[in-house]
């Protein structure tokens, strides 16, 4: 299986926009939304949920107020600010500590050196994961738990889903919309895949957005292509945007005009190419025969070969 | 007071928002911080354009095993909750990407064969821009964790009347490390199908937080019934509609001080900025003072 992933950099260039088009163009491809923070994609699709399942994260400390003696180990432990000295009493102490679950990170130190064993430790549902039916093939999504974290983790689960979806259904293609940012979502997201597209503004903001996101596919060695969105905002940045591709080999192909159309079609719950034939719908399409005949020659997607999470490369310096 | 602009959406004006009225405040004879926390791409240096006084690393703690010490015991791995340390035959490994820095493997070690050391994982940057302080933190690119550089940026905040902290867009992590402890939540969005699911979002999790919120409508068309009447039916206070504007979309592409280019954009700001300190309470020690 080939596998595609749209990133960005810069939050709001169009990534979703872009890949519900390329949903609509692609034949038996199997669509995934790695934007699990901020899902958008199937405001478009208008998936119908076939199969689904929690998402297990790493755990949440929890004090357990009748067994807190009020030593204070626990806060003086934590790195992450996370206790707190505000719990309600017992009849041994007025006050007892207690943990803000969203400080919490799940290191489980204060778990392990209670003296009281007051602290219990136990995975939490940070949210679940979908297999949709779409007008344009199966879909897989996920929606996190409120203010939860693990979203690499999640990313991951999404990619391997879709993997096993298109072994199942023999799908040559995964369709990966990413998240914004260089992180741990967007690292999970584009490790092993076989080739990145980036969407980009013609901003000063996308310029040095665009370069950070390129560092980042040079570093895990994903070759990577660029598309610029509503390139006539600016006369002067698309060039410098594609001159900078360049220095990190990526190719330019092509560029969006503004078009209100887009907007227009995220309205109607349709991707682009299927409600208008305007200028945006033309360079998508365009875009989308120069992806689809480079995908032909990257490598299969090793997804399903990297860990839960990403980089498992030990420094030999540090050990 | 600490305001937090935040944003479920990417994209929808957070570094406009919170340059601009940092620029404003400063102007109306305020002190203020402006705090970049989207420390993954940071761009509010962009249009602030600060003179940069100060550089330092942003650190990590990172386990380091003394092989003479160490016996292979693997209490280190077992405590180990993200898989960053493990024993391998006669070996101790550390993954660093991995590692949270809980400091587990260092206090359960019984041979005292565990120290930490300070790794680089990005730069924190302080400077002024006019009478505005300015803080970023820049993430080393291929670092997976940003939550702990932003907490950095935070703690580097001076004693300022206003602190606007610019924050990464999501709602995980990195959105709520940068939104918690904060003394309201400007959330920013645009009036778009996709603008409103993630604005949803975004209020549950400053909901779930426990902070007080408004939102800033951002690229507002006449034709935004629909996103207002939203608005008005879940009663979201909204602090300001700030029109859609070819003119702000080009001053931005350029990089330019927005309140500067446009007019209309920077009554926009000061309207904000008012409605702003009527909503917050006790904030009188930061009204205008001539």
Known sequence: MKELVVV???????????????????????????????????????????????????????????????????GELCRFDAIYYDGPGNGRVARTFRVDSFACEGCGVCVDFCDDNAIEFAPAVCGQWFISETRFGPLVHAQLGVAADNSGKLVTQIRRTAQEVA?????????????????????????????????????????????????????????SMLAVNKA?????????????????????????????????????????????????ARAIRDIWTVVEKRLQTSTTSQVGNIAMRPKLIPREDIS | MKIAIASGKGGTGKTTIATNLAYVAARNGRTVAYLDCDVEEPNGHIFLKPTIAEERPITKLIPVVDAARCTHCGKCSRICRYGAIACVGKQTLVFPELCHACGGCMLVCPEDAIQEVAQPVGQLRLG????????????????????????????????????????????????????????????VTEPTPFGLHDLKLAIEMVKALKLPFAVVVNRADAGDEWFRNYCEQNRVSMLAEIPDDRAVAEAYSRGDMICEAVPAFDQCIRNLLDALERKIPGNHHTKETR
């Open chain 1, 232 to 280: 006539d905002l600016n006369k002067e940045v698309p060039q410098r945007l594609e001159n900078l591709a360049g220095k990190y080999g990526v190719l330019p192909v092509g560029r969006i005009p503004y078009d209100r159309a887009v907007t227009a079609a995220q309205i109607a719950k349709k991707s682009v190419v299927e409600s208008s034939v305007g200028p945006a």
């Open chain 2, 128 to 187: 002024t821009s006019g009478r505005v302080q300015f803080i970023e933190g820049v993430l080393d690119v291929g670092e997976a964790m940003s939550p702990p550089a932003i907490r950095v940026v935070k703690e580097a905040a001076p004693d300022t009347d206003l602190i606007l902290l610019d924050s990464p867009p999501g709602t995980s992590c990195p959105a709520i490390e940068c939104v918690r402890n904060s003394d309201f939540v400007v959330l």
């Open chain 1, 8 to 74: 960005s950099g810069k939050g709001g260039t169009g990534k979703t926009s872009v890949v519900a088009s390329f949903a609509a163009l692609a034949e038996r491809a199997v669509l995934a939304d790695c934007d699990v923070d901020a899902a958008d994609l199937h405001l478009v699709l208008d998936p119908r949920i076939v199969h689904r399942e929690n998402f297990i994260g790493g755990g949440k400390a929890r004090i357990m107020p009748g067994h807190c003696t009020a030593c204070g180990k626990c």
């Open chain 1, 167 to 223: 072994t199942q259904r023999k799908l040559e293609l995964a369709i990966c919309d990413g998240s914004p940012g260089i992180g741990c979502p967007v690292i999970a997201s584009l490790t092993g895949a076989s080739l990145a597209l980036f969407v980009a503004e013609p901003t000063i903001s996308g310029l040095h957005d665009l370069e950070r996101v390129a560092q980042l596919t040079v570093q895990l060695g994903i070759p």
